[in-house]
Structures are given as structure tokens and as C-alpha cells.
């Protein structure tokens, strides 16, 4: 776990330095209005969405691992086999629509398969390891890390995204401070370039989706409280 934060952290200095010493080359300009809002718009869902695919993943691996011991199937797992780095995909992603050029979600893109596609083949192979029958048929019916449209539609979002508050609880840091720090660079460009109340105008829209998404959280709790 620690090599793989050290890498993390190393891949997130160069990004960094990267946009800090060339903005104008990462950083995309104004487009028209109307296409700008709806960037900004899908790309704080796609944050908040993946924020609650992290969170659900976590507390419920956290329940259900029997420390280690079982091979977890369910929840967000019957969704996808790795949630938490799907949850990651969608947060990138919605970063990238808010503040960046096009070009860049491609080389996100890249980046990301490559840290992440040998993190999940390494733990397959440990968890084919461990559990060898019940990952053959676990492998064979859910997919690696983009969802089935079919089983989207087919299933209840409780059965592959439950939430309870004490799993929002633990993520509620790294929730809040990705959103405020990329809501607050896209807010002082707006202010910047439209002014106060064009930016004022923005964010009522804003506002709405984050309500939308504690909604979402409150009826997820809710739906899994009432299962058990």
C-alpha cells in the first residue's frame, strides 16, 4: 500500500508541476456559454458519482472482507469488479471536463491505464490465488471496471450501490476537498473573465446538482438501512 501511494503521489507532483509551470497548455479557455455549463455541470456529477462509488466500495469491502477471507461479490462489486478504481475514472474524468482541454482526458486516460491496469491484474492473480473457483465465475460474469448497460437497467441501485452514512463519513475529507478545490479554480477563471454575476447565475445550477447528489445519498441510505 505504501509503494502504491508513493507512486500515486509521484504521478500527482509531476501533474502538478506540469500545469503550474505551463497553465495556458493544460487549462482550457472559455467556450460558448452554453456549451461551458454543460461541462461544468457533468463534470461535478461525474466527481460526486464517483465520489459515492469510492465510498460505497469502501464500506462495504470494509463489512463484508471478513478480514481478508471471503471473496466480496457483492454491492458495488456485483456491479463492476473494481469499484473504487472506477469511482477514481469518473472523478478524474469530471475534473477534466470543469478545468481542462480536451486533450487531456487522453493523456488521463493513458495514465491511468497504465498505473491502474497492472494494480488490477496483480490483484487478480492474487485473488485467483485464494479463492480459484469462485474468481473463475466472478471474472466470467462481471466486467473489470466499465458497468453492462443491461445490468445497469436490469437492477435496483441499491443492489450494486448501497450507502450508509458512517462509510460517507470517512470519505467525507477527500470528497469535500476534491470538489471545493476544483470548484474554487473554475470559479475565480469565471469571476475573472464574465464577472461576479455571471458566475452568480452559474452557481444556482450548481447548487442544484449538489443537492441532487445529497438526495441521492440520503435515499441510498435510506433504501440500505431499510434491507438491513
Same mark, same amino acid.
Given at each position: 500500500?505504501?509503494k502504491?501511494?508513493?507512486i500515486?503521489?509521484?504521478? +500527482? !507532483?509531476v501533474v ?14 472559455k467556450?460558448?456559454h452554453?456549451?461551458d455549463? !454543460?461541462?461544468?455541470? !457533468?463534470?461535478?456529477?461525474?466527481i460526486l458519482?464517483?465520489q459515492?462509488?469510492? %465510498?460505497?466500495?469502501?464500506?462495504y ?16 462489486? $456485483?456491479?463492476?469488479r ?12 469530471g475534473i477534466?471536463?470543469?478545468l481542462?482541454?480536451?486533450w487531456?482526458?487522453?493523456? !488521463?486516460?493513458?495514465?491511468?491505464i497504465?498505473? $491502474?491496469?497492472?494494480l488490477i491484474l ?6 485467483l ?6 474468481c ?7 466486467p473489470?471496471? +466499465?458497468?453492462?448497460i443491461?445490468?445497469?437497467?436490469r437492477n435496483?441501485?441499491i443492489e450494486?450501490?448501497?450507502?450508509? #452514512?458512517p462509510w ?6 477527500s470528497?469535500? %476537498? ?14 475573472h473573465?464574465e464577472? &461576479?454575476?455571471v458566475?452568480? $447565475?452559474e452557481?444556482? #445550477? ?5 443537492m441532487?447528489? &445529497? #438526495?441521492?445519498?440520503i ?8 434491507l438491513?
Amino acid at each position: 500500500m505504501k509503494k502504491r501511494l508513493k507512486i500515486n503521489g509521484i504521478i +500527482m !507532483f509531476v501533474v502538478s508541476l506540469s500545469i503550474v509551470i505551463l497553465p495556458s497548455v493544460f487549462l482550457r479557455h472559455k467556450y460558448p456559454h452554453s456549451l461551458d455549463e !454543460f461541462m461544468e455541470l !457533468f463534470g461535478i456529477a461525474f466527481i460526486l458519482l464517483g465520489q459515492i462509488f469510492r %465510498a460505497s466500495a469502501r464500506g462495504y469491502k470494509s463489512e463484508h472482507s471478513k478480514n481478508g477471507t471471503a471473496l466480496i461479490q457483492g454491492g458495488p462489486y $456485483y456491479l463492476v469488479r473494481n469499484p473504487m478504481y472506477l469511482g477514481i475514472l469518473l472523478i478524474g474524468g469530471g475534473i477534466i471536463l470543469i478545468l481542462f482541454r480536451w486533450w487531456v482526458l487522453g493523456l !488521463f486516460l493513458f495514465i491511468f491505464i497504465w498505473r $491502474y491496469s497492472l494494480l488490477i491484474l496483480k490483484e487478480e492473480k492474487k485473488l485467483l490465488m485464494m479463492f480459484p473457483e469462485a474468481c473463475k465465475d466472478y471474472f466470467k460474469k462481471v466486467p473489470r471496471l +466499465m458497468p453492462s448497460i443491461p445490468m445497469l437497467l436490469r437492477n435496483d441501485i441499491i443492489e450494486y450501490l448501497p450507502l450508509k #452514512f458512517p462509510w460517507v463519513k470517512k470519505e467525507i475529507g477527500s470528497m469535500l %476537498a476534491v470538489l471545493l478545490i476544483t470548484l474554487f479554480l473554475e470559479s475565480w477563471d469565471d469571476i475573472h473573465h464574465e464577472g &461576479i454575476q455571471v458566475y452568480l $447565475y452559474e452557481l444556482v #445550477f450548481l447548487v442544484m446538482v449538489i443537492m441532487l447528489f &445529497i #438526495f441521492l445519498v440520503i435515499y441510498l441510505h435510506k433504501r440500505a438501512k431499510s434491507l438491513g
